[in-house]
Structures are given as structure tokens and as C-alpha cells.
């Protein structure tokens, strides 16, 4: 049994409380700008360690944003804003980044979107001629085919780098240990946990769901994004709390919680 | 146009168009507010479909130029584009269902596939191998929590070990269920931050892409 207000659908009142609380929370440490304590992702801080590694051995760097199996989620956006902040780094130091495309149909959209965010770090930086469209090829529309190809570029030119974080299905462990093979250093991040469990093993470094969706506001470092990452604890706190309730109250006799979550 | 150099133009089409899925998504609307709802997923169809092209046209574009410069590898370029224009001609003239796209579908695409896919159960021993090494309690713990799954999983392993069928169930129905709910709301959590920091003009992604703008302007 579920219980309904007029206009809204049936069985998404709880849905739009938790939407409205997230909203009005997130506006509210964006405009405050109270950074919170933060502690450190190590697979996030990895990157500019990564990079560094690069400019010592004179190595490129390969990068992708996923898959983009179903189009541009939010995955798919934590990828793109990786690769940004991969593209802003490897310009400042003069590094050729290679990123290479495909892997689902969908990704046709996410390449252009993603050269043009690759390119204009470099011209931000100063280093338009650095940029080589050539280095972002669309491989193919084909998971295996685009993993394979992909993984032949690695192995073509050994990139002391390979950052992996977006979409990313069965393919992620073979590039990341293609990766290790070659001896680059490999960051990554998945939001399938099955995936997230086999990368793991696989790679130097990895970031684990949410850790990787938050990356954009990490690496701003604006203390108004910052600030938003503690709306994510605040609402899964909330969460646990409602959990927890609805446990003890289940127990007791009553669906009072069960009902609340079901409308 | 000063009005494109400026962040706000951007957010507030994102709010606009945000605001035109999220509110016939919760709430009873006028069927002409759900049209456009309807129209504005339909419009992403299509763009994707344009991006197909652009994707295809590039990339032909792109190989093209490595075969007229002999670059590394330009004889693949020429496997790449024979093989590509073969299914777009085949799969336009002929339909996705002639026996010609399905003989080339079944007889390469599907073999190839199938091939890397094999690959992995490799890949994966050998990251396992790696990460089962036992150097910490932990590293410990989880390697002996592996093995029961395994065994259970391994052809004769319930019948050489029985005992740890039922060790192997609660871990997996339990131990390994709890924690992926943790990390499914979690990750709902964080995407829903994502999107809306997203619709203000704050993700780092967005960021980059008006910056592109700007700089075109400029």
C-alpha cells in the first residue's frame, strides 16, 4: 500500500523529497562555501602523480572516458571531467595525451564532446599546437574491437599512464592489466561493481563509486563545489538513519516506513 | 553575442530543459508540458543519430590521411575502411537482415568478439593472482572468502567440498548483497549531487565546454 498527493505521480513522493532535500542542500553549500573535511581519495590525487611520472620518463599518457554505453550519464560525465583535468595537466607539462574513443555506439557523441574539451585545455594553455586529433581516434563502435585496438596503442606506445574512469564493462580488465603489462601506472574508475571488484585488482589505484562521480568537485577545488560533497554524506547519513528505522519499526509490527518509501 | 560568452546563458538552459524532465517525471503535467518532454528526448535521439555520422565521417576522414601519409600502421587503415564502408554500403542497400549482413556479422563480428572475451578469464587469473597474495589479515581474509566462492563455483567443487556450500551462499547472499546496496546508493547519491551541480553550471566537464566557447568568441 502507498499513499499519494495530488499532482504528484504515484510512487515517486519519496523520490521527490529526497530530489528536493538534495537540491536545497547542495545550494546552500554551494552559496555557503564552509569546506568541509574532506579526507583524500588517493585515486583521484594519483592523477597528478601519474602525470608527473610521464614528464620523468618522457612518455605519453592514455586516458578514457568510458564507454558511454547509454549515452551521457553520470558516469560518463565524471569521465569527461577526468579527462578534462587529464588534458589540463598534460598540456601545462608539454605531454602528449592519447585518448582513445569507442566502445559503444553512444560514443560517437561523447568523442566530439570529449575533443573539444581536450582540445581547449591545451589552447587554454597555451599549447594548441600540442593538441594532435589524431591521439582522440574513434576505434570502433564495438566493445571488444575498441578494447582491443585500444589496447594495441599501448602496447605500440608504452604510455606511462593509463587513466580509465567512466563506463566501463567486462573490457576494463583487459586494458588495465594490458596497462600493467606495459608498465603504466593504472587509475581507474567504474560504477559496476563487479567491474569496480576485478579493477581493483587489476589496477594501481581505483575509485570506487561515488568517489569517482564526486572527482569533478574534488578536483576543482572551489570551495562552493567542495562544500556540495558533504550533501552526499548528509543524504546517505539520512538514508542509513531511514534504514535503520524502518528496521527497528518492521520489527516492532508496523510498515509505517516501508509504506512512506513505496509512494 | 556577448550573451555566449556568459555562464549563466548556459545554466539556464540546462535548468530550462532539467526542469522540462524532471517535473513531468514527479508531477501530474498538461499533456502539452509531457509533448515536450517527449520532443526534447526525441531531439537527443536524434543529435546522437547526426553524431553517428560525424563519428563515422572522421574517423574515414581521419584514416584516410594515414594511408596518404604512410603513417605507422596505414595498411591497417586501409583492413579499417574496406571493412567499415563493406557493412554501412551492405547494411544500407541491403537491409540488416539480408543473409549477406548477417553472413558478415556471424562469420567476423561475432567470432571476433567472442575471441576477446575468452581472453579475459586470463587477465583475470592473473589480476586475482596478484591481488590473493597474502600479506595482511585482511588480504587474508579476503583470499579465504575467494576460495570458498570458488570452490562452490568450480565444476566438483560442491562435490569434492560440500561444507562450503552453505559458507559460499551466506557470503554471497549476505556479506557480498550488503555491500552492494551500500555501493548502489551511494552511487545513486553521488549522481544525483552530480546532476545537480551539473544543471548550476559547476561540473568541471560543463566548465570546459563554455570555456571553448569563450575562447571561440574571443
Redesign the interface.
Known amino acids: 500500500m502507498a499513499f499519494t498527493i495530488y499532482p504528484v505521480v504515484e510512487g515517486r513522493l519519496s523520490g521527490l523529497l529526497l530530489f528536493v532535500i538534495t537540491l536545497a542542500l547542495t545550494v546552500y553549500y554551494l552559496r555557503s562555501k564552509k569546506v568541509p573535511y574532506i579526507r583524500r581519495v588517493p585515486a583521484i590525487d594519483a592523477i597528478e602523480e601519474g602525470i608527473g611520472r610521464a614528464t620523468e620518463l618522457g612518455k605519453p599518457v592514455i586516458a578514457s572516458c568510458g564507454m558511454a554505453a547509454s549515452g551521457i550519464n553520470a558516469s560518463t560525465v565524471a569521465g569527461l571531467s577526468m579527462l578534462t583535468y587529464t588534458a589540463r595537466l598534460c598540456a601545462r607539462n608539454d605531454l602528449r595525451l592519447m585518448a582513445p574513443m569507442g566502445g559503444s555506439e553512444e560514443s560517437y557523441t561523447t568523442m566530439e564532446l570529449a575533443r573539444d574539451l581536450v582540445e581547449t585545455q591545451y589552447k587554454l594553455e597555451g599549447k594548441s599546437e600540442s593538441f594532435n586529433i589524431d591521439d582522440m581516434p574513434f576505434l570502433s563502435g564495438r566493445q571488444f574491437a575498441w578494447a582491443s585496438a585500444y589496447c594495441g596503442m599501448m602496447l605500440r606506445e608504452k604510455p606511462a599512464t593509463n587513466i580509465m574512469v567512466g563506463v566501463q564493462y567486462a573490457s576494463a580488465v583487459y586494458i588495465s592489466e594490458v596497462g600493467h603489462e606495459v608498465g603504466a601506472m593504472v587509475i581507474s574508475g567504474a560504477d559496476y561493481l563487479s567491474n569496480v571488484a576485478c579493477l581493483a585488482a587489476s589496477s594501481d589505484y581505483v575509485m570506487i563509486g561515488e568517489e569517482m562521480l564526486a572527482a569533478g568537485a574534488y578536483l576543482s577545488k572551489d570551495p562552493g563545489q567542495l562544500a556540495t560533497i558533504r550533501t552526499q554524506d548528509l543524504v546517505k547519513t539520512a538514508l542509513i538513519g531511514i534504514l535503520v528505522i524502518g528496521l527497528v519499526v518492521l520489527a516492532l509490527g508496523s510498515d509505517v516506513v516501508k509504506v512512506f518509501l513505496s509512494s | 553575442m556577448s550573451f555566449l560568452k556568459r555562464k549563466e546563458f548556459y545554466v539556464i538552459i540546462l535548468v530550462i530543459v532539467s526542469l522540462f524532465i ?1 517535473v513531468p ?5 498538461p499533456q502539452a508540458i509531457t509533448n515536450i518532454e517527449t520532443w526534447l528526448i526525441d531531439s ?1 535521439v536524434v ?2 543519430a547526426f ?2 555520422w ?3 565521417i ?2 574515414t576522414r ?1 584514416e584516410i ?2 594511408i596518404q601519409r604512410r603513417r ?2 596505414w595498411f591497417y587503415g586501409v583492413i579499417i575502411l574496406v571493412l567499415s564502408w563493406t557493412m554501412v554500403i551492405v547494411g544500407l542497400g541491403l537491409g540488416k537482415t539480408h543473409v549477406i549482413f548477417e553472413f558478415l556479422q556471424y562469420a567476423f ?1 561475432l567470432p ?2 567472442s575471441t ?2 575468452a ?2 578469464v586470463f ?2 587469473t ?3 593472482a ?2 590473493f597474495r597474502v600479506n595482511s589479515f585482511e588480504s587474508g581474509l579476503l583470499t579465504v572468502g575467494a576460495l570458498f566462492v570458488l570452490l562452490k563455483q568450480a565444476p566438483l567443487g560442491e562435490l569434492l567440498a560440500p561444507w562450503v556450500v552453505p559458507i559460499s551462499t551466506y557470503l554471497e547472499n549476505y556479506v557480498a548483497m550488503g ?2 546496496r551500500v ?5 545513486a ?10 544543471m ?1 553550471g ?4 560543463l ?3 563554455v ?2 566557447v569563450v ?1 571561440k568568441e574571443e
Do not use: N, P
Request: glycine share 12%.
Open positions: 524532471y517525471y514527479f508531477f501530474k503535467v537527443s543529435i546522437g553524431a553517428v560525424v563519428g563515422f572522421t574517423s581521419r590521411v594515414r605507422r600502421g563480428v571476433g568478439d576477446i572475451y581472453i579475459l587477465y583475470l592473473s589480476a586475482g596478484r591481488a555491500a552492494t555501493f548502489s546508493v551511494s552511487l547519491v553521488g549522481a544525483l549531487v552530480l546532476s545537480i551541480r551539473l548550476m559547476q561540473e568541471l566537464a566548465v570546459g565546454l570555456e571553448r575562447k
